[in-house]
T-cell receptor, first 110, second 114 residues
Framework: QKEVEQNSGPLSVPEGAIASLNCTYSDRGSQSFFWYRQYSGKSPELIMFIYSNGDKEDGRFTAQLNKASQYVSLLIRDSQPSDSATYLCAVTRGRRALTFGSGTRLQVQP | EPEVTQTPSHQVTQMGQEVILRCVPISNHLYFYWYRQILGQKVEFLVSFYNNEISEKSEIFDDQFSVERPDGSNFTLKIRSTKLEDSAMYFC????????????FGSGTRLTVV
């Protein structure tokens, strides 16, 4: 069973702080890693993807990948109340469909 | 910005009835997917579709489910005989490459089986 694990939260951070969201995966052959944001009652929205070990930055978001540790994280700098949502980690390899984690609920306190 | 369109947004059906959920993927996308999300649970993969055939399916996608691309724009999910446990949000997604840059999801159809 290929699993993607996330802490369900909620993770509560004050406005302006850095939010750190973590994800581990069991399939060592995973090649592509994605972070999606899902507001309550809405569909997942792609934030960013990462393929290589290291960091990838896009605006206030940084994805970090460590394949040896089977670990991927998402940092959100200068967190805003509008960032309050559930963040979904998804992984895949080869031609396979994305496998999602259960998500971490983030609450940004004004 | 291009989007994936799903209809209806909400469907209520009686147990044992057939339902068809409809999706219009982004026009230049070639890969199509159905996922579902039971309330409070994770997004679960059902099936992927490419070149007019199923390319991958999960254990959830049993004989009561089928997919079809009846024309050049629509992509449908049929559930033949609905059960109470089929109640969920069903998301259609599409991608231009095989998920290399992630999928674009539709807004979903909330299916309620009573």
């Amino acid at each position: 069973q290929k699993e993607v694990e996330q802490n369900s939260g909620p993770l509560s951070v004050p406005e302006g702080a850095i939010a750190s969201l973590n994800c581990t995966y069991s399939d060592r052959g995973s090649q592509s890693f994605f972070w999606y944001r899902q507001y309550s009652g809405k569909s997942p929205e792609l934030i960013m993807f990462i393929y290589s070990n290291g960091d990838k930055e896009d605006g206030r978001f940084t994805a970090q990948l460590n394949k040896a540790s089977q670990y991927v994280s998402l940092l959100i700098r200068d967190s805003q109340p509008s960032d309050s949502a559930t963040y979904l980690c998804a992984v895949t390899r080869g031609r396979r469909a994305l496998t999602f984690g259960s998500g971490t609920r983030l609450q940004v306190q004004p | 910005e291009p989007e994936v369109t799903q209809t209806p947004s909400h469907q209520v059906t009686q147990m044992g009835q057939e339902v068809i959920l409809r999706c219009v993927p982004i026009s230049n996308h070639l890969y199509f997917y159905w996922y579902r999300q039971i309330l409070g649970q994770k997004v679960e993969f059902l099936v992927s579709f490419y070149n007019n055939e199923i390319s991958e399916k999960s254990e959830i996608f049993d004989d009561q489910f089928s997919v079809e691309r009846p024309d050049g724009s629509n992509f449908t999910l049929k559930i033949r005989s609905t059960k109470l446990e089929d109640s969920a949000m069903y998301f259609c997604a599409s991608s231009d490459r095989q998920g290399d840059y992630g999928y674009t999801f539709g807004s979903g159809t909330r299916l309620t089986v009573v």
